[in-house]
Nanobody, 114 residues
Framework: QVHFVESGGGLVQPGGSLRLTCAAS????????MGWYRQAPGKQRELVAS???????EYVDSVKGRFTITRNVNNNTFCLRMDRQKPENTAVYYC????????WGQGNQITVTS
C-alpha cells in the first residue's frame, strides 16, 4: 500500500516561509489527486490544499493566497510552500488523497513562533 513521508517542517518566524515535501513510496494511481492536511492542537485534521491529476488546485479560505501546492508529474513528490506564516498555522501537516483514502503518515510539525 502507498504510504507517505512528510518532511521540511520545523520552526519558522511569523511572516516567514518554508516548504513541505511529501514523498510517496510509489506512484500514485491514475485518477488520484493529492492534498495537504493540518491538525492543530485540540482540533480536527482539515484539508487545506489539494491538486487533481489534471492540476486543478483548491485551497481552504484560511490559507488562500499564502500557501501554494505543487506536484511533480515525473515522480512521487508533492510540495506545499507556506508564505507569510501566522502562529495559528502551527500544526502537524500530513499529505494524502483529498478524501484520505491512503494510509496516514506520521506528519510533520510546523511551529510558527518568534
Amino acid at each position: 500500500q502507498v504510504h507517505f513521508v512528510e518532511s521540511g517542517g520545523g520552526l519558522v518566524q511569523p511572516g516567514g516561509s518554508l516548504r513541505l515535501t511529501c514523498a510517496a513510496s510509489g506512484p500514485i494511481p491514475a485518477g488520484y489527486a493529492m492534498g495537504w492536511y493540518r491538525q492543530a492542537p485540540g482540533k480536527q485534521r482539515e484539508l487545506v490544499a489539494s491538486i487533481s491529476r489534471l492540476g486543478r488546485i483548491e485551497y481552504v479560505d484560511s490559507v488562500k493566497g499564502r500557501f501554494t501546492i505543487t506536484r511533480n508529474v515525473n515522480n512521487n513528490t508533492f510540495c506545499l510552500r507556506m508564505d507569510r506564516q501566522k502562529p495559528e498555522n502551527t500544526a502537524v501537516y500530513y499529505c494524502n488523497h483529498p478524501e484520505g483514502v491512503f494510509t496516514w503518515g506520521q506528519g510533520n510539525q510546523i511551529t510558527v513562533t518568534s
